[in-house]
C-alpha cells in the first residue's frame, strides 16, 4: 500500500518521507510540495506501523491541520488508525497540554482563555494613559522571550519601560487570581511546566517520538525551545519551510530559526525541494525575479514543472472605483466560464483596501467572504454568550462573571460589581459562589436590598440553565432565551437586526457541533472556538478576500493582487522592513496556479483624503514593467554604478569580482579607493 502513494512525489520528496529518525530540515520555496510531502510522511509512517498516537504534526492554522489530516488518512488503511496521531496548531496544543499538566504550577486546569481584546480591557483597567497596543505588544515580546517582569524591570532603560513592566506584573497577578490564560501563555506554560518538572518533560518527549513542523520559518524563539523539549529524548524533529516566505518578523518570528536549524540539531540532514507544481512557469519567473533583489535569503533554485501559461495582467486605474470596476468585471467572466468562486482570491496589503471591494461585489451581488477583518467571536453580542456559557461549565470564572451579570441590564452597576469582587478575594471564593452561599441578609448588608434579590435570582437562573444543559445539549438553547431575554434585549436597538443574526448564526452555529460531536461537551465547543485563526472561516462557494499574511500556504486558480502602489505595497513606515515586503510580494505571487493579476491605481481615498500614488517598484523588481530608469537587479554590481557607503558617503564601482553571494567590490570614493563587499553599499 506505501508504495503507492509514494509513487506521486518526486524523488526528493520520497526520500523526505520516507526519513524515520533524526532532525530533517526540508527547505523548499513556495508550492514545491513541502505541504504534502510532510503529509505522506505522516501516512508513511503510520503505514510502516509506528503507533499514530507517538506523531505529533503542528501547523500554522486548525484549517490546515485538518486538510492535512483528512489527505493523510485518505492514503492509509483506516484500520491503522486506533488512536489518530494528534495534528494541530502549537496553540491548540498549549491548551491540550496545560489542560493535563496544569497544576505543576500549582493552578487549576479550568481556566479560561482571554482574547486580544479581553486582554487589551485588562491592561486599560490597569493603566489609563499607556496606549494598549503597546502595552499588549511589549508583553506578549516579552512573553516569547520568556522574560519575568522583574527580569524586564531589571533590565528596562527608559522610564516607560519600567511602567509596562510594572503592568506587566499586575497583569499576570490579575490572570492567576482569574484563573485567565493569554495565547503568549498557550506556548510559554507548557515550556515553564517542562522547565519546572524535567522528568514530566521526558515523559512528554517520550510520548511524541516523530514531531513534525509546517511553516517553520515563521515560528519564534518561545517555540523553538518549546520543540527543544519535546525533543529531548529522541531529537526526531522534521521542519518544513521557506526562509522566503518569512513574513511574521513583525510579530517575533524568528527566521534565524530555520536559518540555523542544522547547527541547532545536530546530524540534520538536509532536503531541497527545487521544483514548484502549483503555478506556471511565466508567474513562478516573476516570483523568482522578486526575490532575487533580497540580499538576506540563503538562495535556492525553483524550476516549474508545468506550462508556460499565460501572461501576468496588470490593471492600472485611476482610482479604485476604477480598479474595483475592472476586478468585479473579470471575476464574472470567470464564473461565466464555469470556474469555481471557491478557486478565486484577491489579496491586499493593507486590510483598509478591503472596503471598496466589498462594496463593489455587494452592488454586483458576487459571492464573497472576507477573511480576516473583525472576528465573528469578537463581537460584543457573540462574547456575552461565550461568557454566559462560560459561566455554565466553570462558575469560578469571574472574568465571565463581571461581563454578564448586567447584561441585558439588570441595574447592577459598577459599584455592586467591585464590592462583589473585593468580598470575593477577601473570602477567597468566586463571585458566583459567593453570592450563591451568603444569605439572604448577609448579601443585602454588602449590595442593598434590590441588588441582593437581583442577584439572587441571577445566580439561580444559571443553576437552572445549568439542569436544563445537562439533560439537553441543544435544547439548552432555547432555554436560555427563555430565561435571560438576551436576543429579545435588541429588539429595539439600533443595530439589533445585525446582531440578532449573529446571535441567530451562533446558535446554529452551536447545534451542528453537537449535532456532529454528540459526545463533545459545551466546554471542548468553547475551548475550541478560542482558538479559531483568520483562515478557519473561509467560506466554500465564495471568492476569498484576505490580507496576503493570512493566505501563507493556500493555493487559488485565479489570483488578484491590488493596491501595489509605493507606500502600500511595500508598505513604508512604522517598523516595515523592505526585505520582509517583498517576501511577502513573493507569498502573494506565488499562490497562483494559472493566473496572476497584478492592479495599480494613480489615486485612493485612505485615512480621510485622496492620496497620489506611484507604482510600486515590485513591478519593475519581478520584470513586470520596464520603469523608465534601467531596470537591473540589485544584486548585481557592475563597472561604473554609483553607490553609497554609511561612512563613505557616494562612490563609483571601479571593479567588481563575484565572490560566492556577494561582490568583492573595488570603489572610488572621491578619490581614494577602497575594496568593500557589496553588501555594505546601497546602489543609487
Ligand atoms: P507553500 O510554500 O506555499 O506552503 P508547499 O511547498 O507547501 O507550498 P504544497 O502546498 O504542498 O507546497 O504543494 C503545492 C501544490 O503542488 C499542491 O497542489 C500539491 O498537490 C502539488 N504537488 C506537490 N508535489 C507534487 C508532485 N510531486 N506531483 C504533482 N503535484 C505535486
Ligand atoms: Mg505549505
Same mark, same amino acid.
Given at each position: 500500500m506505501s508504495e503507492n502513494f509514494l509513487a506521486t512525489l518526486n524523488e526528493s520528496q520520497q526520500k523526505a518521507s520516507q526519513h524515520i529518525d533524526g532532525p530533517l530540515l526540508i527547505l523548499a520555496g513556495a508550492g514545491s510540495g513541502k505541504t504534502k510531502t510532510i503529509t505522506t510522511r505522516l501516512a508513511y509512517l503510520i503505514s510502516i506501523g509506528i503507533d499514530?498516537?507517538?506523531?505529533?504534526?503542528?501547523?500554522?492554522?486548525?484549517? =490546515?491541520?485538518?486538510?492535512?489530516?483528512?489527505? $493523510?488518512?485518505?492514503?492509509?488503511?483506516?484500520?491503522?488508525?486506533?488512536t489518530p496521531p494528534l495534528l494541530c496548531t502549537f496553540h491548540k496544543f498549549g491548551l491540550l497540554f496545560l489542560k493535563l499538566h496544569m497544576q505543576v504550577l500549582d493552578r487549576k486546569n479550568n481556566f479560561i482563555i482571554i482574547d486580544?481584546?479581553?486582554k487589551k480591557r485588562?491592561?486599560?483597567?490597569?493603566?489609563?494613559?499607556?496606549?494598549?497596543?503597546?502595552?499588549?505588544?511589549?508583553?506578549?515580546?516579552?512573553?516569547?522571550?520568556?522574560?519575568?517582569?522583574?527580569?524586564?524591570?531589571?533590565?528596562a532603560q527608559l522610564k516607560l519601560y519600567t511602567q509596562i513592566a510594572d503592568i506587566y506584573e499586575k497583569y499576570e497577578a490579575y490572570l492567576l487570581k482569574n484563573n485567565l490564560v493569554d495565547f503568549d501563555d498557550l506556548l510559554l506554560l507548557p515550556y515553564k511546566i517542562m522547565e519546572k518538572n524535567k522528568e514530566l518533560a521526558k515523559e512528554v518527549s517520550a510520548k511524541y517520538q516523530y514531531i513534525m513542523v509546517d511553516e517553520y520559518q515563521d515560528t519564534n524563539e518561545l517555540q523553538?525551545?518549546?520543540?527543544?523539549?519535546?525533543?529531548?529524548?529522541?531529537?526526531?524533529?522534521?521542519?518544513?519551510?521557506?526562509?522566503?516566505? @518569512?513574513?511574521?518578523?513583525?510579530?517575533?518570528? !524568528?527566521?534565524?530559526?530555520? *536559518?540555523?536549524?542544522?547547527?541547532?540539531?545536530k546530524d540534520t540532514v538536509v532536503?531541497?525541494?527545487?521544483?514548484?507544481?502549483?503555478?506556471? &512557469?511565466?508567474?513562478?519567473?516573476?516570483?523568482?525575479?522578486? /526575490?532575487?533583489?533580497?540580499?538576506?535569503? *540563503?538562495g535556492k533554485n525553483l524550476r516549474g514543472t508545468r506550462h508556460k501559461g499565460d501572461s501576468v495582467k496588470l490593471y492600472e486605474s485611476h482610482d479604485e472605483n476604477e480598479e474595483t470596476r475592472k476586478l468585479v468585471d473579470d471575476i464574472k467572466k470567470l464564473l461565466l466560464a464555469g470556474e469555481c468562486a471557491s478557486d478565486i482570491a484577491i489579496l491586499f496589503r493593507v486590510n483598509a483596501l478591503s472596503r471598496s471591494l466589498e462594496?463593489?461585489?455587494?452592488?454586483?451581488?458576487?459571492?464573497?467572504?472576507?477573511?480576516?477583518?473583525?472576528?465573528?467571536?469578537?463581537?460584543?453580542?457573540?462574547?456575552?454568550?461565550?461568557?454566559?456559557?462560560?459561566? #455554565?461549565?466553570?462558575?469560578?470564572?469571574? %472574568?465571565?462573571?463581571?461581563?454578564?451579570?448586567?447584561?441585558?441590564?439588570?441595574?447592577?452597576?459598577?459599584? !455592586?460589581?467591585?464590592? +462583589?469582587? $473585593?468580598?470575593?478575594?477577601?473570602?477567597?471564593?468566586?463571585?458566583?459562589?459567593?453570592?450563591?452561599?451568603? @444569605?439572604?441578609?448577609? +448579601? /443585602?448588608?454588602?449590595?442593598?436590598?434590590?441588588?441582593?434579590?437581583?442577584?439572587?435570582?441571577?445566580? $439561580?437562573?444559571?443553576?437552572?440553565?445549568?439542569?436544563? #444543559?445537562?439533560k439537553s445539549k441543544i435544547g439548552f438553547l432555547d432555554a436560555f432565551e427563555e430565561i435571560f431575554d438576551y436576543r429579545s434585549s435588541y &429588539?429595539?436597538?439600533?443595530?439589533?437586526?445585525?446582531?440578532?443574526?449573529?446571535i441567530d448564526e451562533f446558535s446554529g452555529f452551536i447545534r451542528d457541533y453537537f449535532m456532529q460531536n454528540p459526545h463533545l461537551n459545551l466546554e471542548d465547543f468553547l475551548n475550541e472556538i478560542s482558538l479559531e485563526s483568520e483562515q478557519d472561516k473561509l467560506f466554500n462557494e465564495a471568492v476569498s478576500m484576505m490580507s496576503i499574511h493570512a493566505s501563507k500556504g493556500l493555493e487559488y486558480k485565479h489570483l488578484f493582487v491590488i493596491g501595489l502602489e509605493e507606500g502600500f505595497f511595500p508598505l513604508i513606515g512604522d517598523g516595515s522592513n523592505l526585505e520582509e515586503e517583498r517576501r511577502l510580494g513573493y507569498?502573494?505571487?506565488?499562490?497562483?496556479? &494559472?493566473?496572476? !493579476?497584478? =492592479? %495599480?491605481?494613480? @489615486?485612493?481615498?485612505?485615512?480621510?483624503?485622496?492620496?497620489?500614488?506611484?507604482?510600486?517598484?515590485? +513591478? @519593475?523588481?519581478?520584470?513586470?514593467?520596464?520603469?523608465?530608469?534601467?531596470?537591473?537587479?540589485?544584486?548585481?554590481?557592475?563597472?561604473?554604478? /554609483?553607490?553609497?557607503?554609511?561612512?563613505?558617503?557616494?562612490?563609483?564601482?571601479e571593479k567588481s569580482n563575484k565572490v560566492g553571494k556577494e561582490y568583492k567590490l573595488t570603489i572610488n570614493f572621491g578619490g581614494s579607493k577602497r575594496d568593500i563587499l557589496s553588501s555594505f553599499v546601497e546602489k543609487k
Amino acid at each position: 500500500m506505501s508504495e503507492n502513494f509514494l509513487a506521486t512525489l518526486n524523488e526528493s520528496q520520497q526520500k523526505a518521507s520516507q526519513h524515520i529518525d533524526g532532525p530533517l530540515l526540508i527547505l523548499a520555496g513556495a508550492g514545491s510540495g513541502k505541504t504534502k510531502t510532510i503529509t505522506t510522511r505522516l501516512a508513511y509512517l503510520i503505514s510502516i506501523g509506528i503507533d499514530p498516537s507517538s506523531i505529533l504534526t503542528l501547523t500554522f492554522t486548525n484549517k =490546515s491541520a485538518k486538510e492535512m489530516r483528512e489527505r $493523510a488518512f485518505s492514503l492509509i488503511d483506516p484500520n491503522l488508525i486506533n488512536t489518530p496521531p494528534l495534528l494541530c496548531t502549537f496553540h491548540k496544543f498549549g491548551l491540550l497540554f496545560l489542560k493535563l499538566h496544569m497544576q505543576v504550577l500549582d493552578r487549576k486546569n479550568n481556566f479560561i482563555i482571554i482574547d486580544t481584546d479581553d486582554k487589551k480591557r485588562i491592561l486599560r483597567s490597569i493603566d489609563k494613559e499607556i496606549t494598549t497596543a503597546l502595552m499588549a505588544n511589549e508583553i506578549s515580546k516579552y512573553k516569547n522571550s520568556i522574560l519575568t517582569p522583574a527580569e524586564v524591570k531589571e533590565t528596562a532603560q527608559l522610564k516607560l519601560y519600567t511602567q509596562i513592566a510594572d503592568i506587566y506584573e499586575k497583569y499576570e497577578a490579575y490572570l492567576l487570581k482569574n484563573n485567565l490564560v493569554d495565547f503568549d501563555d498557550l506556548l510559554l506554560l507548557p515550556y515553564k511546566i517542562m522547565e519546572k518538572n524535567k522528568e514530566l518533560a521526558k515523559e512528554v518527549s517520550a510520548k511524541y517520538q516523530y514531531i513534525m513542523v509546517d511553516e517553520y520559518q515563521d515560528t519564534n524563539e518561545l517555540q523553538y525551545k518549546l520543540l527543544r523539549v519535546l525533543c529531548c529524548t529522541h531529537n526526531n524533529l522534521c521542519v518544513v519551510g521557506d526562509d522566503d516566505q @518569512s513574513i511574521y518578523g513583525w510579530r517575533g518570528a !524568528t527566521i534565524k530559526n530555520i *536559518l540555523n536549524f542544522t547547527e541547532h540539531f545536530k546530524d540534520t540532514v538536509v532536503i531541497k525541494l527545487e521544483e514548484n507544481y502549483r503555478s506556471t &512557469d511565466t508567474i513562478l519567473n516573476h516570483a523568482n525575479q522578486l /526575490i532575487e533583489h533580497n540580499r538576506n535569503r *540563503l538562495g535556492k533554485n525553483l524550476r516549474g514543472t508545468r506550462h508556460k501559461g499565460d501572461s501576468v495582467k496588470l490593471y492600472e486605474s485611476h482610482d479604485e472605483n476604477e480598479e474595483t470596476r475592472k476586478l468585479v468585471d473579470d471575476i464574472k467572466k470567470l464564473l461565466l466560464a464555469g470556474e469555481c468562486a471557491s478557486d478565486i482570491a484577491i489579496l491586499f496589503r493593507v486590510n483598509a483596501l478591503s472596503r471598496s471591494l466589498e462594496e463593489g461585489f455587494n452592488k454586483a451581488g458576487l459571492p464573497y467572504k472576507l477573511v480576516g477583518g473583525m472576528k465573528f467571536y469578537e463581537r460584543a453580542e457573540i462574547k456575552d454568550l461565550i461568557a454566559y456559557f462560560r459561566i #455554565l461549565t466553570n462558575p469560578t470564572d469571574n %472574568f465571565s462573571f463581571k461581563r454578564i451579570v448586567n447584561k441585558p441590564k439588570r441595574g447592577i452597576g459598577k459599584t !455592586t460589581i467591585d464590592k +462583589l469582587d $473585593a468580598r470575593s478575594i477577601q473570602d477567597k471564593k468566586p463571585i458566583f459562589k459567593l453570592i450563591d452561599e451568603l @444569605s439572604p441578609e448577609e +448579601l /443585602i448588608v454588602l449590595v442593598g436590598k434590590k441588588n441582593s434579590r437581583t442577584l439572587k435570582v441571577f445566580i $439561580a437562573s444559571v443553576l437552572d440553565l445549568k439542569d436544563v #444543559l445537562e439533560k439537553s445539549k441543544i435544547g439548552f438553547l432555547d432555554a436560555f432565551e427563555e430565561i435571560f431575554d438576551y436576543r429579545s434585549s435588541y &429588539d429595539n436597538a439600533p443595530d439589533g437586526i445585525d446582531r440578532q443574526a449573529n446571535i441567530d448564526e451562533f446558535s446554529g452555529f452551536i447545534r451542528d457541533y453537537f449535532m456532529q460531536n454528540p459526545h463533545l461537551n459545551l466546554e471542548d465547543f468553547l475551548n475550541e472556538i478560542s482558538l479559531e485563526s483568520e483562515q478557519d472561516k473561509l467560506f466554500n462557494e465564495a471568492v476569498s478576500m484576505m490580507s496576503i499574511h493570512a493566505s501563507k500556504g493556500l493555493e487559488y486558480k485565479h489570483l488578484f493582487v491590488i493596491g501595489l502602489e509605493e507606500g502600500f505595497f511595500p508598505l513604508i513606515g512604522d517598523g516595515s522592513n523592505l526585505e520582509e515586503e517583498r517576501r511577502l510580494g513573493y507569498v502573494a505571487f506565488t499562490r497562483a496556479m &494559472d493566473t496572476l !493579476t497584478l =492592479s %495599480f491605481v494613480h @489615486s485612493r481615498f485612505y485615512k480621510g483624503k485622496r492620496a497620489m500614488l506611484t507604482k510600486s517598484r515590485f +513591478l @519593475s523588481e519581478s520584470g513586470l514593467i520596464k520603469g523608465s530608469l534601467k531596470i537591473e537587479r540589485r544584486s548585481d554590481f557592475i563597472k561604473g554604478d /554609483i553607490v553609497t557607503h554609511k561612512i563613505f558617503g557616494m562612490g563609483r564601482v571601479e571593479k567588481s569580482n563575484k565572490v560566492g553571494k556577494e561582490y568583492k567590490l573595488t570603489i572610488n570614493f572621491g578619490g581614494s579607493k577602497r575594496d568593500i563587499l557589496s553588501s555594505f553599499v546601497e546602489k543609487k
